[in-house]
């Protein structure tokens, strides 16, 4: 029985598709918290079920991931002074249109790939984990903001940890640990590197850096 | 054909004006006004049909079958969908579509009429209808194929009786995505509030309301009386969707049905007491968002 899983996983899809069309930089940076959030709670309803490690685990992922990152990167924006727009390259209906063939995609490919999935975890995770990391890459490609792709790349970490939940049923805690301390150091640079891009230039677009002189 | 769905769809044909007295009484409550009487709806359709027509010396015959074919291939469309778990008046594999279809001859008919009359407001209005229709209609679609998928019927009645609490348990995500995009729909095909605000008057801004403008008497309450049966025809899928079961009381299951129907006329009346509308160029983002949900229901139960 997934009901759980397979509940968790649909909303991670939907928060996908929700990512490529919100036009507003609050609102994605708490979607994706949402879906750190969601996620860090995955492995409470698997196999494993409840002991220390996971409990110790989820409850910080979720402080990292709902609490930190969301701040951070909210603080960046604000501290920029930018405007509260994601200012896609494509429009918002396109957008939609890619969200809707990446789905496809990731069930599609997710079903037909021959991975030593374990009997115990429910069938959505491995189409929900491509779909969070082709999400990602989208958001990395198609956003103008510096912001949307930390957001972008933290999409994509998402759906790596969903891959992995699926593939390896136990991940040592130091690894697990050492993932974490890496993917915060990452928000961390970005988000004082947002705000140097910001301070030097009085936006952050990264599509006219292309045209800086060296 | 039993009693039971000859009972549902008299029902339907007395009881579906009281819908929109209940939006509008719903929408005052929230306005702090008193709002119109709940039977608004009956009394226009009185005064209208008592009325004579008058019809201008530019228009055809189009015109003048625009409302009759309108009301009557509604009524024929009524007559295919179950009200709660009361199994409709007819039905055969592969009504769905005719059901579809029904609509798009309605549609079609009203837009012929508008297009009749030569106001260049009228056109306009028709365009925005099919473009927002077409939109619709994948949604619509992907929704029934789910519906269809999960219970194994390819017929309306038995294939939204068999969505019971027993499929609700293992495909439960599945089944609010396709209500979401339902309800996308039914807003949208009844020109309802993010998509169209049935109560503007002025024409720039109006969709369905725009191209009945040079309709008048008996003809308009046909027009109106269309109207009212479609939201209670696209609101008895929703209502069938979310109904457990059947009880197999024929008086139990009527009032199912019918609380369904008041409960979601209800719905929608909050929804325009708390939503704005949206601009015209973000209702076909709406319409792809509903597509998407009911693409999705349909990737979680056929994985």
Sequence with gaps: ?214 | MTWDSLCAYVLALVVAPLLTGIINRVKAMFAGRHGQPLLQAYFDLAKLLRKGAVYSGTTTWVFRTGPVAGLAAVLVALAFVPLGKVPALVSFNGDFLLVAYLFGVMRFVTVMAALDTGSSFEGMGASREVQFSALAEPAWFMGLVTVIYVSGEWSLSPALAGVSSGVWGPAGSAMVLVGLAWLGVFLTENSRIPVDDPNTHLELTMIHEVMVLDHGGPDFAFILYGAILKLWTLGAFLVSLVTPYRTGMVLLDLGYGLAGMLILAMVVGIIESIMARLRLVRVPHLLLTATAFALLALFLVMR
């Design chain 1, 1 to 214: 029985m997934h009901g759980i899983t397979d509940n968790i996983m649909a909303i991670l899809m939907l928060i996908n598709l929700a990512l490529t069309l919100s036009s507003r930089l609050a609102t994605c940076i708490s979607l994706v918290a949402f879906q750190g959030v969601m996620l860090a709670l995955l492995p409470l309803f698997s196999h494993e079920g409840l002991n220390p490690r996971t409990l110790f685990l989820a409850g910080l992922v979720v402080v990292v991931k709902g609490l930190i990152f969301p701040g951070l990167l909210s603080r960046a924006v604000r501290d920029a002074n930018v405007r509260r727009e994601v200012e896609p390259f494509f429009g918002y209906g396109t957008s939609i249109l890619v969200g809707i063939a990446l789905l496809t995609i990731s069930f599609w490919v997710g079903i037909r790939l021959p991975l030593p999935v374990s009997e115990t975890t429910s069938a959505l995770v491995v189409p929900g984990a491509i779909g969070a990391i082709l999400t990602g890459l989208f958001l990395l490609v198609s956003r103008r903001k510096a912001v949307t792709q930390v957001l972008g790349y933290l999409v994509m970490e998402n759906g790596m940890t969903a891959f992995g939940l699926a593939v390896v049923p136990e991940i040592p805690l130091l690894i697990e640990l050492g993932i974490l301390l890496d993917v915060f150091v990452g928000v961390l640079v970005m988000a004082i590197m947002i705000w140097h891009i910001s301070r030097e230039f009085d936006h952050m677009d990264v599509d006219q850096l292309s045209t800086l002189k060296g």
